[in-house]
């Protein structure tokens, strides 16, 4: 609060009412719709207020949950390995080179930091991945291409390091006999939790977000789709849900004009729910992550 | 002597050398390999031979490409696409900045911050479900509320490619905003507040205040982020362009950029030639910019620059 105008302040306050309106709204209007009737939402679109109050669209998802369960199980396995062996990896790479008196460190570095500067595009890694590593209808697409190591998070991670553990720990450490592999999980580690804590929030949200791995490398193994993956498929087609469930519904049953505002419904919130308790680290990870690198 | 020496130190940094493996391995196969795989560019690819077994064929891709309207159009869509965003994304992020600012509790303060960060937080194909709400033909809100208030027939929204330079720059803004102003904040909470209170004493006015206390304190960041963006101006957020207007034929004419081209080429035309020369132009010209925008950031701000 820094402008003494008082009408400047109220214009700004109102301003910003509105654009948290855009941002809550949206979500309103999916909720509100996933609730009215077919012949409703036939008749008057999706609105904001729910129009002939039913929970069908529910009770349909009700009848296919185990596809959408699995599906949600699908991303949270995808995120936890993905998450976990993307910080195994960053910190196998950081470790090393924030060692200022690592031989070869700046060659090292150059390698990493290129692949910043330059990639060979969407032609090149496909085919690599689909060709020569096989990677097709496998989880291992899920976890693998574009996500695993992030050159970007690694030199975060090195910079925090050298800024925040003393070479003198090390040494000392390495006086008393402890081996690099315990200086790294002994010291450097637990030294380094916020740092952890941030890219393992931000590797997990864009596991958890990402489809387009998916969509590239999955052609036939539609049980390896996570949530993002199942809701791709829906939108594109609605009899997807007919022809990839065992569901006992008849197909006349299926109120497919609600039923797509209830499945973005049920992605969204347990999101939304999860923010709150991450939201301070995920703004400093925006923060960290993009202007000071 | 000598070579006790570098044995014994050969010794030493062998776990660490052991370490840099897996992500040495990661990047080869990730970024290297794909690298070495621009070559395909060059090359009629023939899937029956095998892919890098295939003959070379000079610059005939390049010029099958550029053989057709879609070239100029794709390009032209990126880089337009990226100058608006860039000119809208800094001066909504800027003005929503200074709008969290004016808020006097801490609370709501707080509130405004978690808001406008949640539609970064979600996936583009949730994004394109919200779309969907307001644009379905049948059922949409614009269709079925809004249009029909204002007295105007309905609009094939999907099928219409004129409107969609205006949505998709929406929905880029919607999307980004809160993040790019969450980074605008950060900078502008950091700004002494004995400045601003000299400024008043001196009897400046709201808009002086911003132009010559708060803008200033920006400029760093605001050069920075649009310098970084431009170095990007060959890329295209793949989700937004292919996801958002749900892969509609209709609407390649507004809606493809490099990017969506590319897969396109290569998954469902299989149209690889043109593909792999579309790629290659994006990767080089893409080096080109990022390497030009961090020279000119490093000079600028060295904390800010990739090198």
Same mark, same amino acid.
């Given at each position: ?26 979500? =309103?209007?999916?909720?509100? &719709? ?23 669209? $529910? ?12 599906? $949600? ?52 890694? $496909?085919?690599?991945?689909?060709? %020569? ?16 190591? !992030? ?21 000392? &450490? ?12 002994? =010291? ?6 916020? %740092? ?16 387009? !791995? ?20 829906? %939108?594109? !087609? ?8 065992? &569901? ?32 301070? &680290? ?12 | ?45 023939? +899937? ?29 869509? *990126? ?40 539609? +970064? ?41 004129? +409107? ?41 006015? *709201? ?47 507004? *809606? ?52």
């Amino acid at each position: 609060m820094i402008y003494q105008n008082k009408l400047f302040r109220y214009i700004m306050n109102i301003i910003m009412i509105l654009l948290i309106a855009a941002c809550v709204l949206p979500f =309103i209007l999916l909720i509100s &719709s996933s609730f009215s009737s077919e012949t409703d939402l036939a008749q008057y679109g999706y609105s904001f207020i729910p129009r002939g109050f039913t929970t069908a669209a $529910y009770t349909y998802i009700w009848g296919i949950k185990s596809s959408i369960l699995r599906a $949600y199980v699908m991303s949270f396995v995808i995120t936890i390995i993905g998450t976990c062996a993307s910080i195994v990896m960053t910190m196998l790479f950081a470790y090393p080179l924030s060692r200022k008196d690592l031989p070869g460190r700046g060659i090292i570095s150059f390698f990493l930091f290129f692949t910043m500067l330059f990639n060979g595009g969407f032609v090149p890694t $496909y085919l690599i991945y689909s060709n %020569i590593f096989h990677v097709t209808d496998t989880l291992a697409a899920m976890i693998i291409p574009y996500l695993l190591m !992030n050159a970007f998070y690694v030199i975060m991670v090195r910079t925090y390091i050298t800024t925040n553990v003393p070479m003198e720990v090390l040494e000392a &450490s390495m006086i008393d006999g402890a081996s690099e592999v315990q200086n790294l999980v002994q =010291i450097v580690v637990p030294m380094s939790k916020p %740092i952890i804590g941030t890219i393992a929030l931000m590797s997990a949200i864009a596991y958890w977000n990402n489809w387009t !791995n998916g969509v590239y490398f999955i052609q036939t193994r539609r049980d390896l789709f996570g949530i993002q993956n199942y809701l791709n498929s829906v %939108i594109s !087609n609605i009899a997807f849900l007919q022809t990839h469930t065992s &569901s006992s519904i008849n197909a006349s049953q299926l109120p497919s004009i609600s039923i797509r505002m209830a499945l973005a419904v049920i992605a969204i919130i347990p999101i939304l729910i999860a923010y709150p308790f991450f939201q301070k &680290s995920f703004v400093a990870g925006i923060t960290v992550g993009s202007v000071k690198g | 002597m000598g070579r006790r020496k570098s044995k014994q130190k050969m010794k030493r940094y062998l776990p660490l050398y052991l370490m840099l493996i897996p992500g040495t391995i990661y990047l080869v196969i990730n970024n290297y390999m794909p690298m070495a795989g621009l070559a395909l560019a060059f090359k009629k690819i023939n +899937y029956s031979i095998g892919i890098f077994q295939s003959p070379w064929t000079g610059f005939s891709n390049f010029t099958y490409l550029f053989s057709t309207n879609d070239a100029f159009q794709f390009f032209r869509n *990126t880089i337009l696409y990226n100058l608006a965003f860039i000119f809208l994304g800094n001066f909504m992020g800027i003005f929503t900045a200074i709008a969290l600012d004016c808020i006097r509790k801490k609370f709501f303060k707080r509130v405004g911050q978690i808001v406008i960060l949640i539609p +970064y937080l979600l996936s583009t194909v949730i994004i394109s479900y919200v779309v969907f709400a307001f644009l379905s033909g049948n059922n949409g809100f614009m269709n079925m509320t809004i249009l029909p208030m204002l007295g105007l027939d309905k609009v094939n929204w999907y099928n219409e490619a004129k +409107y969609w330079p205006f949505i998709l720059t929406i929905v880029y803004l919607w999307m980004s905003f809160g993040y790019s102003s969450i980074l605008y904040y950060s900078t502008l909470i950091g700004i002494d507040k004995s400045y601003y209170e000299a400024a008043v004493v001196d009897g400046a006015g *709201t808009f002086d205040q911003i132009w010559y206390i708060t803008l200033p304190a920006l400029k760093t960041t605001i050069i920075t982020l649009i310098l970084l963006a431009v170095g990007r101006i060959c890329y295209s957020d793949f989700g937004l362009f292919y996801q958002v207007p749900m892969n509609s034929g209709l609407l390649y004419s507004t *809606t493809q950029t490099i990017d969506t081209y590319v897969y396109r080429g290569l998954l469902e035309l299989n149209d690889i030639g043109r593909s792999t020369a579309a790629g290659f132009l994006q990767s080089v010209l893409g080096f080109i910019c990022v390497f030009a925008a961090n020279t000119i950031v490093s000079k600028l701000d060295k904390d800010s620059s990739l090198f």
